[in-house]
């Protein structure tokens, strides 16, 4: 089935390729295979493609802002932190080769994606040769994780145990589920 570009209502960029998603149907495509021909409304990026950092308050001079980035303000053991989350610069550069941004309503990290519907919890999945593992308080991703796949089983104990929280278990998504947004939160 060949799906026209002007209805595409969501866009999942992975790693390697961007995957159409329209009415349940999901087809992949390289990213040299659009140049501003997708009109999506929304889109969802990988973990591969954003850089998390957690800030010391006292070393937050201004808010970086801008397309492609959030930011939070939290405490910790008594000490204020800026969550930060924006998308590297590669990212940025294949997305404005593929979308029009002003057609663009929503901009959203793929753990933030999977997880938008979960209370609470500490949750890992591996899909493209990645791990991603994350804890999501009171329906906000606190904290986020990502390996490649082949490390993965040290590091996500350490990330778990610096966190004080049960190591997750890992789970396998395929692509599908992340694009459907049924995985691994809200199984």
């Known amino acids: 089935m060949h799906t026209n570009p002007s209805q595409v209502q969501q866009v999942y960029m992975g790693c390697d390729a961007l995957y159409w998603i329209t009415d349940g149907d999901c087809q992949k495509q390289s990213f040299a295979a659009f140049e501003q021909t997708l009109q999506p409304r929304h889109m969802i990026v990988s973990e591969f493609w954003i ?13 970086a802002g801008g397309v492609g980035f959030d930011s939070f303000e939290c405490v910790e053991q008594g000490e204020r932190f800026q969550m930060r989350a924006a998308l590297r610069s590669r ?11 002003p057609q663009l ?72 589920q992340i694009v459907n947004g049924s995985l691994p939160c809200s199984i």
């Open 51 to 63: 850089q998390r950092d957690m800030i010391p308050m006292d070393f937050v001079t201004m808010d």
């Open 91 to 101: 990212a940025l550069q294949y997305i404005s080769d593929c979308v029009q941004f």
């Open 105 to 176: 309503d929503a901009l959203t990290p793929e753990t933030d994606w999977v997880c938008s519907q979960q209370l609470e919890g500490v949750f890992a999945w591996h899909s493209h040769s990645q791990v991603t593992a994350c804890l999501v308080v009171d329906r906000t991703v606190r904290r986020v994780g990502h390996w490649p796949l082949k490390q993965h089983d040290e590091q996500v104990h350490a990330w778990a145990r610096r966190l004080d929280c049960s190591v997750p278990e890992l789970q396998c998504v395929p692509i599908q």
